[in-house]
């Protein structure tokens, strides 16, 4: 699980929105799965172990997934518990937004 510090987690927050009104976000489990090619995956950590592992086995070749703590107030939508970024650019901009606790490269 990732906890992202204040000013990682507004900048993570602000490229979420830009997913989310430029429709290259992807809101719920259901619609995760039907959709074709993700490029990052931001799962609550409290999904059910069922949802999560139908996830990662319909999108393994995804190998971008972070487990957020409490993805609803990131999302501004309550209840939100998986979201899928399909823009490459904005998948970056977030993972380097949670990389700032992690070393080494983001691919």
Known sequence: MIKLETLQRAKARTYIGFAIKSRTAIIGTDNILKC??????????????????????????????????????????????ALAILNHNLAMAILKCADAHFEGDVN
């Open 36 to 81: 074709r090619r993700v490029n990052l995956l931001l799962i609550d950590e409290t999904l059910s172990d069922n949802a999560k592992a139908k996830l990662m086995s319909k999108h393994q070749d995804t190998n971008r997934c972070i487990t957020i703590d409490n993805l609803g107030e990131l999302t501004s939508l309550e209840g939100c518990k």
